[in-house]
């Protein structure tokens, strides 16, 4: 079964980066791959993906500022942040998709305050 762990959350200013990281159990390079992100109150909504024709899509909130990419092996998913935003807080979650299959992990924290 495919394991999902991201890391890299934490606690940032408005206006600095960071870069999250998903680590996965097996190589993504057939699974379209996306980060998703649920603030408190909110729906989870999809910020970026990946697919597996190598297609990136952003949120328009994000667009300019967030890039998602892997490693050449595909096992490491990446999402750099950078002129974060108070409303980039959220907990960052990575999802992994193939046909009907669907692994999320378990979510890394993102606070952005002054």
């Known amino acids: 079964q495919l394991q999902l762990v991201e890391s890299g959350g934490g606690l940032v200013q408005p206006g600095g980066s960071l870069r999250l990281s998903c680590s996965a159990s097996?190589?993504?390079?057939?699974?379209?791959v996306a980060w998703y992100r649920q603030a408190p109150g909110k729906q989870r909504e999809l910020v970026a993906q990946?697919?597996?024709?190598?297609?990136?899509n952003y949120a328009d909130s994000v667009k300019g500022r967030i890039t998602i990419s892997g490693d050449n092996n595909m096992k490491t998913v990446y999402l750099q942040m950078n002129s974060l935003k108070l409303e980039d807080t959220a907990v960052y979650y990575c999802?992994?998709?193939?046909?009907?299959?669907?692994?999320w992990g378990q979510g890394t924290q993102v606070t952005v305050s002054s």
């Open positions: 999802n992994a998709g193939f046909y009907n299959l669907q692994y």
């Open positions: 097996v190589s993504l390079v057939s699974w379209d």
């Open positions: 990946l697919t597996t024709a190598g297609t990136r």
